[in-house]
Structures are given as structure tokens and as C-alpha cells.
């Protein structure tokens, strides 16, 4: 089978490399606007012309590891039109476009398959596929940023700020330069998008699912709940409640012996509920160059080898989100307890001017507006929701 890749960075090259080790897979062009150090010897099959892959009637299959949104949607719904079959690790893109993404390929006949883009390496999202072929899922979880849970497992075993170690991460190559998408949030959110839409077969996109990220955590936050025996991790959720999705990302206080609590270093935990398989978690290395690689390589082979995979599509798509009502207690720390957040809790104690607190059973929604009103008046406070 001949395959392209567009975009020669971190994980195209990573697919390169186990295209090399798989059996039957041929690599006949690559986008890439430069040569690659090292990969001079393809320098023939390098272009810089997307035409050259769409035109090209012998490429079956088209790997989009360029990043971002655009021109990379644009390349995959010219690759999906054309007839080819797609596969990306791009989370950002599907996250955003999901149900435009889908539908162009199950209209043309194609498959588009993004397995790497949670979990990386993990064959999390191919599990969950399968499952639920002859199951239903009842709710996902889990840690699905590695860059998170570096900084905070770090923070937790030495004490040190977040500042120190984000910037850590940034040294490792965990975090970009620009590490917002990561400590705010959004690049979890993206997988709670694509996991739940799998999951549930719904089309719910980011705007349904609230999200409070870690960038307001600090060193007094991670001590405090340490003495009270959890440590804090940023998770994301989605269950199926009353009929409808309630999905959610935010920082999570785990009792020191649950699964989540365990995860060290930049590793992902991420788990499923189904009704008759019951509770399965799957654990590891999120990302890095080999083992996305490998997951988006496994992803071709399943194409070559005719596994199908079906997709939430809007006539199957049996579930919409709902308000996120779920009710949980949470610890917050602020420095002034203003009439808003006072309403919320239940108790608090105030070491040299700060409040730590704990709420009264409050809603998801609740909490992550109050959160968000303090960020929006430039008085940020931290929140975790304590796990049962
Ligand atoms: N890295 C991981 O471990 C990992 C894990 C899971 C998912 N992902 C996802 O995989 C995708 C790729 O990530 P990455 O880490 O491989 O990024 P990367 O190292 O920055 O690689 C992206 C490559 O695409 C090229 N590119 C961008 N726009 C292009 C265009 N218009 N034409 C030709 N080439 C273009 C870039 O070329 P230039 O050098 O010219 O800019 C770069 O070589 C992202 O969506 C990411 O979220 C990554």
C-alpha cells in the first residue's frame, strides 16, 4: 500500500521511521516545506505541493501530521474528497471540526482514523471503538496531558512551584514555548471532545464541555492537599447522566491510593465504563515521536487490512450534551473569601492570608463560573474537585 505524510515534524518522521519496520507500506511522497536533517536520501519523494499527493492515484492513504487547523483541514477534505483515506494525529483539528470531518469521509467512502490523537501511543481510542461495537459506555475519564502531569507530579515529590517547573517541562521538550493549551486546559478538552463523541456517539463540540486548566495552581495548593492525603491531577470526564453527556475537564484532589493519584512523570491514565465489560484503564507514555508514530502506522495497517470503524454521524447520533449538573465538593483556595465564593463554601481555615476551604456540594457548572468570574476580575483562585 502507498502512503504519503504531510508534515515531517516530531510524529511524521516518528511514522516514517515504523513504516520502515511494517509490512507492505510504502512511503511515495512526503509534504514538507524544507528537507529534514539526516533524511536527505528523500529528498525525491519530498514535495511541497499538495497537488502532487492529491493527484497522485496510487496513494491509498494520506497521513496529516502538520498541526493546526488550517491548511491542515483544508488538505484532509481535499485527501477525503479525492478518495483517499486519512489518518492524523491532529487533535486540535478534529476537536474542532469533528462532525464536518466525519461526514466528508463516510460520504465519500473513506475511513479517517486519528487513534493517536489522545493518548498518543496508547491504543486508547481504538479500545474504546471497539468496546463499544457491542457495549455501552457509560462514562471516560482519566489524565490525558502528559506536560500536566509532569509539572504536578513534580510539584508534589519536590515541593518546588509551578513556574519552576513548567519551565522544567519546556527544558525536556514536554511543553511548547507557548504552554497554554496545555496548562489551560484546551488540549484536554480536545480529547474529551473526540473521546465522548466516540464513546457516546454524540457531535459535541468544545463549547459544550466546561473546562478550568491548572495554570492557577501553586506550591500551597499541592502541600495543603498532600497533608489531607490527595493529590491533585487534571482530568478529564464525560458520562452519560439522564439521558445526556455531562462532560467536563478540571483538577481533580485523588486519594493517594486511587490509579489517577499513581500516575508519575508525563504518563496518561485513561479509563472507560462499559455496562457489561465493566471498568478498563489504559496507561502509558501519551506522546513522543515512536510511540505516536506507532499508533498512527497501526491506524494504516487496520485501513489496509479492511477493519472498519464506525463514527457518531448525525442520523446515529443518539445523545446531546447537557448542563453540567453533576454534583461534587470541592477545595478552593483564594486569597479574600468575596461573597461569591463565601456562598459556596462549607468550611475554610486562613494560614498567613490565605483561605483554604472546603464547599458545600456544588455543581460542576457552578464552580468553573465562579472560577472563572475571579480569573475574569484578575483575582485568580485554584479549585479541585475532591474525588469520591
Ligand atoms: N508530538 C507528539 O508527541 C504528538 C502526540 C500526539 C499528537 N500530536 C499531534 O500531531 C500533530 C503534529 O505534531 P508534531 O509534534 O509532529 O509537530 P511538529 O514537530 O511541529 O511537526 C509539524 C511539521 O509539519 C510541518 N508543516 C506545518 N505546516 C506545513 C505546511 N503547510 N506544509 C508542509 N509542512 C508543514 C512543519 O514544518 P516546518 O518545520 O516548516 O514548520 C513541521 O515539520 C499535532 O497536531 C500534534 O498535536 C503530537
Known amino acids: 500500500m502507498n502512503i504519503a505524510i504531510m508534515g515531517f515534524g516530531t510524529v511524521g518522521t516518528g511514522a516514517y521511521e515504523v513504516a520502515k ?81 466525519t461526514e466528508t469521509a463516510a460520504q465519500n467512502g473513506v475511513e479517517l482514523r486519528f487513534t493517536s490523537t489522545a493518548g498518543g501511543g496508547i491504543p486508547w481510542l481504538f479500545n474504546l471503538m471497539r468496546t463499544k461495537r457491542c457495549d455501552t459506555i457509560t462514562e471516560v475519564r482519566g489524565i490525558v496531558n502528559g506536560t500536566c502531569n509532569y509539572i504536578l507530579d513534580s510539584m508534589y515529590d519536590k515541593g518546588a512551584d509551578f513556574a519552576e517547573m513548567l519551565k522544567i517541562a519546556q527544558d525536556l521538550g514536554y511543553a511548547e514555548a507557548d504552554p497554554s493549551s496545555d496548562i489551560e486546559g484546551t488540549d484536554t478538552l480536545c480529547k474529551t471532545v473526540i473521546s465522548a463523541n466516540i464513546a457516546f456517539d454524540a457531535l459535541l463540540k468544545e463549547k459544550d464541555i466546561p473546562c478550568y486548566g491548572i495554570d492557577t495552581i501553586e506550591a500551597k495548593d499541592i502541600s495543603y492537599l498532600k497533608n489531607k492525603g490527595y493529590t491533585c491531577k487534571l482530568l478529564m470526564n464525560a458520562k452519560l447522566s439522564d439521558g445526556k453527556i455531562k ?138 474537585a475532591i474525588m469520591d
Open 21 to 101: 519496520t511494517a509490512y507492505d507500506i510504502n512511503v511515495k511522497r512526503i509534504l514538507a516545506r524544507h528537507g529534514r536533517e539526516g533524511y536527505e536520501n528523500l529528498k525525491d519523494i519530498i514535495t511541497n505541493d499538495i497537488e502532487d499527493i492529491i493527484r497522485d492515484k496510487d496513494i491509498d492513504v494520506v497521513i496529516e501530521s502538520m498541526g493546526g487547523i488550517e491548511p491542515a483541514r483544508t488538505y484532509v477534505l481535499a485527501c477525503l474528497n479525492a478518495g483517499k483515506h486519512v489518518v492524523t494525529p491532529n487533535k486540535n483539528m478534529l476537536s474542532a471540526h469533528f462532525e464536518e470531518l
Open 247 to 384: 462532560a467536563w475537564v478540571e483538577p481533580v484532589a485523588c486519594p493517594s491510593t486511587s490509579l489517577e493519584a499513581n500516575v508519575k512523570a508525563n504518563n496518561n491514565i485513561i479509563t472507560l465504563v462499559g455496562e457489561s465489560i465493566g471498568t478498563q484503564s489504559f496507561y502509558g507514555q501519551g506522546a513522543g515521536m515512536l510511540p505516536t508514530g506507532e499508533s498512527v502506522i497501526q491506524d494504516v495497517i487496520d485501513i489496509r487490512d479492511g477493519t472498519k470503524m464506525r463514527y457518531p454521524a448525525k442520523q446515529n447520533n443518539k445523545y446531546t450534551a447537557g448542563e453540567c449538573d453533576e454534583v461534587r465538593r470541592y477545595y478552593i483556595r483564594h486569597n479574600k473569601l468575596c461573597e461569591r465564593i463565601m456562598s459556596l463554601v462549607d468550611t475554610y481555615e486562613e494560614k498567613d492570608g490565605v483561605f483554604y476551604c472546603m464547599s458545600k456540594p456544588v455543581t460542576v457548572i457552578q464552580m468553573h463560573n465562579t472560577g472563572n468570574h475571579c480569573k475574569e476580575k484578575a483575582s485568580p483562585m485554584f479549585f479541585a
